[in-house]
Structure formats: C-alpha cells, structure tokens
C-alpha cells in the first residue's frame, strides 16, 4: 500500500472551495503543489476534474473517483469505488489526493500525512470544507509568506497521526 497524502489550500475554518472551485489562486502555492505531485499519481473527485483545465494534470497520473461508471476522460484512470482506487494505486510508492470534500474525508482514515497551505482569512462565502483532522499533529511548519497579487498571508503545514 503506497503512501498516501492529502494535500489542499484551507482557511482559518478549513474552507476548500467556493462553487465548484478553489478560494484563491496563489501562484507560489500552485507552484508548491506542482512540485510535491510531479511524477506521482493523483487522486481526485470528479467535479476536482472537471475544475482543471485541461481535465487532468501533465506529469502525473490521474485517477478520478466517481460514482459514475459512464465517466471517461482520456488519459485519466476511472475508479468508482474507494476500494477500487486503492487497488489501482497499491503498487505505487506516494499518492497525493487532491480534492474535493468528499474525496478528502473518504481518505482521510487512509492518509499518512496531510500537507496543507494556510491562508490566514475566513472566506465568508465558502461552502466546501476539509473534513476535521484534529487527532493529527503539525511535523512542520513554514515561515509565512505574502502572495504579492491578493495580498493573503499563508504557510505550508505538514500534519501526521
């Protein structure tokens, strides 16, 4: 069984999202992320891929968990039962999950470790919350950055049991 991750960018009250998409867009975050999930495998729900660009992530393989076995995205590995994407992944080494609340809280039993970006603000409108996590401890803790755009304080945060 690999290594399994969540990673996500929270509020101070552990909001995710905002109908159907994130908070904010920290480009150093997005580059943080990018550089944590190069090369591995993600694992994400489907309204996370229908959210992305170019409905999976380059350099990575993708593994959408969903309910709807008529689902397709080329390129992109379809499970629709957490069982199921366990068994997919189980020979690889790390996975990270990557969304949404759904995903995160099915997962989240599973998980090894949590790697979170902290945005230091309470977005009022978010309606899409990380599930608690309050029987993990913080192993590391980054100095708090700026984002020069938005001007939003935040650090990086890694949680484990």
Same mark, same amino acid.
């Given at each position: 069984?690999?290594?399994?991750?969540?990673?996500?960018?929270?509020?101070?009250?552990?909001?995710?999202?905002?109908?159907?998409?994130?908070?904010?867009?920290?480009?150093?975050?997005?580059?943080?992320?990018?550089?944590?999930?190069?090369?591995?495998? #993600? !694992?994400? /729900?489907?309204?996370?891929? +229908? &959210?992305?660009?170019?409905?999976?992530?380059?350099?990575?393989?993708? @593994?959408?968990?969903?309910?709807?076995?008529?689902?397709?995205?080329?390129?992109?590995?379809?499970?629709?039962?957490?069982?199921?994407?366990?068994?997919?992944?189980?020979?690889?080494?790390?996975?990270? #999950? !990557?969304? /949404?609340?759904?995903?995160? +809280? &099915?997962?989240?039993?599973?998980?090894?470790?949590?790697?979170?970006? @902290?945005?230091?603000?309470?977005?009022?409108?978010?309606?899409?919350?990380?599930?608690?996590?309050?029987?993990?401890?913080?192993?590391?803790?980054?100095?708090?950055?700026?984002?020069?755009?938005?001007?939003?304080?935040?650090?990086?945060?890694?949680? +484990?049991?």
């Amino acid at each position: 069984m690999p290594i399994i991750n969540l990673i996500a960018a929270i509020d101070r009250n552990r909001a995710i999202g905002y109908h159907g998409d994130q908070l904010v867009y920290i480009s150093q975050d997005l580059q943080h992320f990018k550089a944590l999930t190069l090369g591995k495998t #993600v !694992i994400m /729900g489907r309204r996370t891929n +229908e &959210a992305l660009p170019k409905r999976k992530l380059p350099g990575r393989r993708n @593994v959408v968990l969903t309910r709807d076995s008529s689902f397709s995205v080329e390129g992109v590995d379809v499970a629709t039962s957490l069982a199921e994407a366990l068994q997919m992944v189980e020979a690889e080494s790390e996975v990270f #999950v !990557i969304g /949404g609340a759904q995903v995160y +809280e &099915a997962f989240l039993p599973h998980a090894s470790r949590l790697f979170l970006t @902290v945005i230091d603000c309470a977005f009022p409108h978010a309606d899409t919350f990380f599930p608690p996590f309050s029987q993990w401890h913080s192993v590391a803790k980054s100095e708090v950055f700026t984002d020069p755009k938005s001007g939003l304080h935040f650090w990086y945060e890694t949680f +484990e049991k």
